[in-house]
């Protein structure tokens, strides 16, 4: 034993003295304008340190084995970097002595003024997804970004590809990657994880990582960056972070909301460097609404958010739009998707379509807000049925029973502030009146779910029914469903809608089955098989 003991001594000694690697034992490097000027002030970070570049552009912090990459969080005087059109603020930690960043000035300073596109769950399963996602989704992003006014930018809110259980879509992430270039959308676009953005099996990755959640996403963070960053636009500090947490190595599926002890503490420590009075956006997959109630450090981040007093969260996973006030002043948007349901229609299960989000912002407000529907005018913000509307197909149908005297109307980004009108014949006769929240998923069709675009996807296209798809999945809930009883059942009617900023939205039409043509979802791709049938 104890000669066994000395060789694997002389080994190491040997492998030593002839030249392996010893990493250094600090990060160092510089930050630099394109004139060569030094920046100072600017928060550089391995996602567990955070520290602020000196009076020559310079930085050092203690190496740590758990860290991946080194990034800035890009001040807004200066430009997004871009290579091959995607954001680039991070360098992977190597055996490198120093890791400089080179940053080009804003011609004109910070911006006064920007758009925010917020795209949740784009989701792409099979390539036939990928297709779809650069015909619909981003060449309207593109369209619509050149018709607004003022620099343009976007994040994803998670969920970019769709591995789930043994299947590993992670392959698509290269081809998704380069629709969402610069080039493709008309703007830079970052990224953040999901629950469906993992790697499997994690024999596949590398070993070095502390946790499961974290050996999850390397791929992810080797394509896109870090999976917890900042960066600056104008009076605004965005923030993404990973929140999901896994349970174990085996079970893929198994996961809740939740940050760790690390996370927390970098998220204190990235927002002490951001100046007072600045609007904190903090990006994230999995909404806090339900999270928090079991997640201490949910929590935690939430009494953060507070303090700080100007705080938004943005958020996705549910495929549905809600808006949520807590009453720590703090409040939440839950994204609609740009993959729908799935990408098997063009609308979510709440009925809202296949979209994606916009918000102006000037200084350090949001000023406006709009749900943009692929391929619709942004100002197609609702829908209308008649309360005993038939809706399904040869799968399922769903009666409606509200009575023959009652429309339902779907408002999809309906917030707090908004304003309604109900006109019969020409004449104001009343306003909206919301429905409560229901969970129904059988007969009598009488809730506030959207039941049009449940038999779309559930009816029609057979989900729940064939290829081992789960029905509840094209049935959640709507938090933006309204009633009104008709004074006269045979009027002529028009429902007029304003938002917090003063838009004006109208809708006379009445939705009926005949509208499923709308929703007619993909262009004749051949249907690659699925993993499991």
């Known amino acids: 034993m104890k000669k066994l003991v000395l060789l694997i001594i002389s080994i190491a000694l040997c492998?030593?003295?002839?030249?392996?690697?010893?990493?250094?034992?600090?990060?160092?490097?510089?930050?630099?304008?394109?004139?060569?000027?030094?920046?100072?002030?600017?928060a550089v970070s391995d996602g567990y340190t955070v520290v602020l570049t000196d009076e020559e552009g310079k930085y050092c912090f203690p190496r740590i084995p758990e860290a991946y990459q080194v990034f800035i969080s890009i001040p807004s005087e200066y430009e997004v970097p871009l290579r091959q059109g995607q954001p680039v603020f991070y360098k992977k930690l190597e055996d490198r002595p120093a890791y400089d960043f080179v940053l080009k000035p804003l011609k004109n300073g910070p911006e006064k003024e920007f758009n925010l596109f917020l795209?949740?769950?784009?989701?792409?399963?099979?390539?036939?997804?990928?297709?779809?996602?650069?015909?619909?989704?981003?060449?309207?992003?593109?369209?619509?970004?050149?018709?607004?006014?003022?620099?343009?930018?976007?994040?994803?809110?998670?969920?970019?590809?769709?591995?789930?259980?043994?299947?590993?879509?992670?392959?698509?992430?290269?081809?998704?990657?380069?629709?969402?270039?610069a080039e493709n959308t008309g703007m830079p676009v970052f990224q953040t994880v999901g629950n469906h953005d993992f790697e499997y099996p994690l024999t596949a990755v590398e070993e070095g990582s502390p946790t499961i959640s974290v050996r999850r996403h390397r791929y992810f963070e080797d394509m896109f960056g870090p999976a917890n960053?900042?960066?600056?636009r104008g009076d605004v500090h965005i923030v993404s972070m990973f929140d999901v947490n896994f349970t174990s190595f085996g079970y893929p599926g198994k996961y809740y909301g939740d940050f760790s002890d690390a996370q927390v503490a970098w998220l204190e420590k990235d927002l002490a460097a951001v100046p007072a009075g600045k609007l904190i956006i903090l990006c994230v997959h999995i909404p806090f609404e339900n999270a928090i109630k079991n997640s201490p450090n949910m929590k935690r981040v939430m009494d953060i958010l507070a303090a700080r007093g100007n705080s938004l969260i943005v958020s996705g996973h549910t495929h549905t739009i809600k808006h949520i006030h807590y009453p720590n002043g703090v409040s939440e948007f839950v994204a609609g998707a740009m993959s729908g349901c799935w990408w098997w229609s063009k609308n979510c299960a709440d009925g809202a379509p296949n979209g994606y989000s916009v918000w102006k912002i000037k200084g350090n407000r949001v000023v406006s807000d709009i749900y943009k529907g692929q391929n619709f005018?942004?100002?197609?913000?609702?829908?209308?049925?008649?309360?005993?509307?038939?809706?399904?197909?040869?799968?399922?149908?769903?009666?409606?029973?509200?009575?023959?005297?009652?429309?339902?109307?779907?408002?999809?980004?309906?917030?707090?502030?908004?304003?309604?009108?109900?006109?019969?014949?020409?004449?104001?006769c009343g306003s909206l009146e919301k429905m409560p929240i229901s969970s129904e998923f059988g007969a009598p069709y009488n809730g506030s779910k959207d039941w049009w675009a449940i038999g779309y996807n559930v009816g029609v296209v057979g989900r729940g029914h064939i290829h081992g798809s789960t029905r509840n999945n094209y049935c959640s809930k709507n938090y933006h469903m309204f009633r009104y009883v008709l004074k006269d059942p045979q009027a002529r009617i028009k429902v007029v809608v304003y938002d917090n900023?003063?838009?004006?939205?109208?809708?006379?039409?009445?939705?009926?089955?005949?509208?499923?043509?709308?929703?007619?979802?993909?262009?004749?791709?051949?249907?690659?098989?699925?993993?499991e049938e």
């Open 501 to 531: 900023s003063g838009r004006k939205f109208t809708c006379s039409r009445i939705t009926t089955a005949d509208d499923y043509q709308t929703l007619a979802a993909r262009p004749a791709y051949p249907v690659e098989p699925g993993w």
């Open 119 to 181: 795209v949740a769950d784009p989701q792409c399963q099979w390539v036939w997804h990928v297709r779809r996602l650069r015909e619909e989704a981003v060449a309207d992003m593109k369209a619509y970004a050149g018709k607004c006014k003022g620099p343009d930018y976007a994040i994803t809110l998670g969920d970019i590809a769709y591995s789930e259980g043994h299947r590993n879509t992670n392959y698509l992430l290269p081809m998704i990657r380069q629709e969402f270039s």
């Open 377 to 428: 005018k942004d100002t197609y913000q609702m829908r209308i049925y008649k309360g005993d509307a038939e809706y399904g197909g040869q799968y399922e149908k769903f009666k409606m029973e509200h009575g023959a005297g009652t429309i339902l109307v779907n408002v999809w980004n309906w917030d707090e502030g908004w304003k309604s009108e109900v006109y019969e014949n020409g004449k104001l």
């Open 229 to 232: 960053y900042s960066f600056n």
């Open 15 to 42: 492998s030593s003295a002839f030249g392996a690697k010893v990493l250094p034992p600090d990060v160092k490097g510089c930050v630099k304008d394109t004139y060569g000027n030094p920046i100072a002030g600017v």
